[in-house]
């Protein structure tokens, strides 16, 4: 029996009590993470966690499975409360909205609208040919991957509410003034004409409407496989690289060269996070290892949003509907405002 | 029956050209599937998610990749 056929035979009842079962399971399973891999590696096996071999191999194991929760919770959450929303309601919203209010609008139901990246370029057609201004389609297409739901929900189960308030914050400001900003310079010219001459036709469909609670419960267990199976490599990948800075990185070495001193730190951090694909939850491991090591959370905070927010296959798929130049004015705007957030984070908060 | 898979080839659009196969052999109709890569004759029909599936040029489904059981459910009406 599938997932959908085994949700449909179960009463109301069972459906709340499975998920409530569900809940109780995963808080388990969060609060004794800790505890396992302390006893079971440093008690029975023996290491020691101040040494390096201790703290990398402990920080390896722990961050896998908290990350593999908080990834499988969240994502499921997530999914169930964005199955009430759907980019054709967002354009009927956006449609007819003027610039300013437009773009704060546009930044935030970039947020909570269900969206991937591989649909950017329908989605941008479908937002331009409907009437809604450029601009306002470019906060829309920067808030959308800038603040990015595993990226809270991992800052806030590893730095708390602070950061995560920041970062929200911070990418909701940039989308709106790079929205703004990109508005105003009056681009349409290079834009490729095809996406002005479509005309939309057919009707729409919402694919939110009609869907009962046991479709969205399994629309947020389908979502949550198709992410795990799609990130586990990057996961991994950045799970290591972490426990490796965990575990040998000299204490000072980042510092020295990528602390608080080093006036160009933020601006290698946008560069090198640009070009390197991967996602928020490859990058989290090495932000929280980066982070021990004495980095400053602005430089951390910037190369997070230029590796999640200025992606190259992204940029691709963009050049189908945009002219080099206003990919050139978007990686622009999007990176000055990703460097300034770096550099005022860092001023206010330090490490 | 006219069938079109909406999508410029990402894994989504492949697997639901995929289940969308294999429903039309289960159901045992003469279909004719067709591919659509084309931003703007997607954007044509109104599709913002892909990957979509248009039945008869009617948009039956966008955004999600559904089981071979769904798509069967929702070829029913148009085998008449």
């Given at each position: ?118 649909s950017?370029v329908p989605a941008?057609i479908g ?71 479509t005309?939309?036709?057919g ?149 | 029956?006219?069938?079109k898979v909406l999508g410029p080839?990402?894994?989504?659009c ?21 591919k659509v890569t084309d931003y703007a004759a997607i954007a044509g029909y109104g599709v913002m998610r892909t990957p979509a599936?248009v039945?008869?040029?009617?948009v039956?489904?966008s ?18």
């Amino acid at each position: 029996m599938s997932v959908a056929e085994r949700l449909r035979a179960r009463t109301p009842t069972r459906r709340w009590v499975g998920l409530a079962v569900a809940a109780i399971v995963w808080f388990a399973l969060y609060e004794l993470n800790r505890p396992l891999w302390d006893w079971l590696l440093l008690d029975v096996l023996g290491l020691d966690p101040a040494g390096r071999l201790g703290s990398g191999v402990h920080f390896f194991f722990y961050d896998t499975v908290k990350i593999g929760l908080l990834l499988v919770g969240i994502i499921f959450v997530v999914t169930v409360l964005r199955s009430f929303m759907s980019v054709e309601r967002t354009r009927a919203l956006l449609g007819g909205r003027r610039e300013g209010v437009g773009n704060v609008m546009a930044a935030g139901l970039g947020v909570v609208t269900p969206f991937c990246s591989c649909s950017a370029v329908p989605a941008f057609i479908g937002f331009v040919a409907a009437g809604v201004p450029l601009g306002v389609t470019m906060s829309f297409l920067i808030s959308s991957p800038l603040v990015n739901e595993v990226a809270i929900a991992l800052l806030f189960g590893m730095f708390g509410i602070g950061p995560t308030v920041m970062y929200v914050g911070a990418g909701l400001t940039i989308a709106i003034v790079a929205g703004f900003v990109l508005g105003r310079l009056r681009l349409e010219r290079w834009v490729e004409p095809f996406v002005f001459e479509t005309r939309l036709g057919g009707q729409l469909i919402d694919s939110t409407l009609g869907l009962s609670w046991d479709d969205r419960i399994q629309m947020g267990i389908e979502e949550v496989g198709v992410i795990l199976r799609k990130i586990w490599p990057y996961l991994l990948v950045g799970i290591g690289l972490g426990a490796a800075i965990h575990g040998w990185a000299p204490e000072d070495f980042f510092a020295a060269y990528a602390g608080a001193g080093n006036p160009f730190a933020v601006l290698i951090a946008v560069a090198i996070g640009i070009p390197l694909y991967s996602n928020a939850a490859g990058i989290m491991p090495l932000v929280e290892a980066l982070h021990d090591k004495g980095l400053p959370m602005g430089t951390l905070l910037a190369f997070m949003m230029a590796v999640v927010a200025l992606s190259l296959p992204e940029l691709i798929l963009l050049r189908r509907v945009l002219k080099p130049q206003l990919i050139a004015f978007f990686v622009g705007v999007v990176g000055v405002g990703i460097i300034a957030v770096g550099y005022l984070f860092n001023a206010v908060i330090g490490v | 029956m006219k069938i079109k898979v909406l999508g410029p080839g990402c894994a989504n659009c492949v697997n639901l050209e995929r289940v969308t196969r294999e429903a039309v052999a289960a159901m045992g109709i003469d279909a004719d599937i067709e591919k659509v890569t084309d931003y703007a004759a997607i954007a044509g029909y109104g599709v913002m998610r892909t990957p979509a599936l248009v039945v008869d040029e009617k948009v039956v489904l966008s955004g999600r990749v559904p089981t071979a059981g769904h798509v069967r459910e929702l070829l029913t009406p148009y085998v008449a």
